[in-house]
């Protein structure tokens, strides 16, 4: 005879796993772990910079932070090293974490040729690579949705 009840191979999934057969990653996950990443951005730069500070004042190179090529470079420093120990705490490997690092510079490096062009200044580097670095995470993420969905 033939049974109307589920087997475990034919129970429908998880709504949050499953769709069309393969994998969905959690939503809620997602944002969760995306605001985590934001955090961890913010952390950095407001732990990170005074010590950059410090170190640069110590060594006579303070010049480098007000510079704005080497300010941005140090300032995507601090976001990419508590990121990558944020990341690295959850579980991630070290290709995701190299790939969100470099996600926190390509705004800086992109913006630096209007900046040498002198279309933009200082000011609008600082803005823009700041703003411009979440969508840039963003997109690292939503390359691999698994992996930032699976925390």
Same mark, same amino acid.
């Given at each position: 005879?033939?049974?109307?009840? $589920? ?8 709504? =949050? !796993? ?15 772990? *995306? $605001? ?32 704005? *090529? ?9 976001? !990419? ?20 690092? $470099?996600?926190? *510079? ?14 933009? =200044?200082?000011?609008?580097?600082? #803005?823009?690579? +700041? ?10 993420? #939503?390359?691999?949705?698994?992996? *930032?969905? +699976?925390?």
């Amino acid at each position: 005879m033939h049974s109307e009840s $589920a087997t475990p191979s034919t129970a429908p999934a998880p709504a =949050d !796993t499953m769709a069309q057969g393969g994998y969905r990653p959690s939503v809620k996950k997602f944002a969760l772990h *995306y $605001a985590e990443m934001v955090a961890a951005m913010a952390v950095g730069m407001v732990v990170l910079h005074p010590v950059w500070m410090f170190v640069l004042d110590v060594l006579g190179a303070a010049g480098l932070m007000r510079n704005p *090529y080497s300010g941005a470079l140090i300032m995507a420093t601090n976001v !990419t090293v508590a990121m990558s120990a944020w990341m690295r705490f959850r579980g991630h490997r070290w290709r995701p974490i190299a790939e969100m690092g $470099a996600a926190m *510079y390509v705004p800086f490096l992109v913006l630096f040729v209007p900046l040498a062009l002198d279309l933009i =200044d200082t000011g609008a580097l600082m #803005l823009w690579g +700041h703003l411009l670095m979440v969508p840039a995470m963003a997109v690292a993420m #939503l390359l691999r949705p698994r992996e *930032y969905a +699976h925390c």
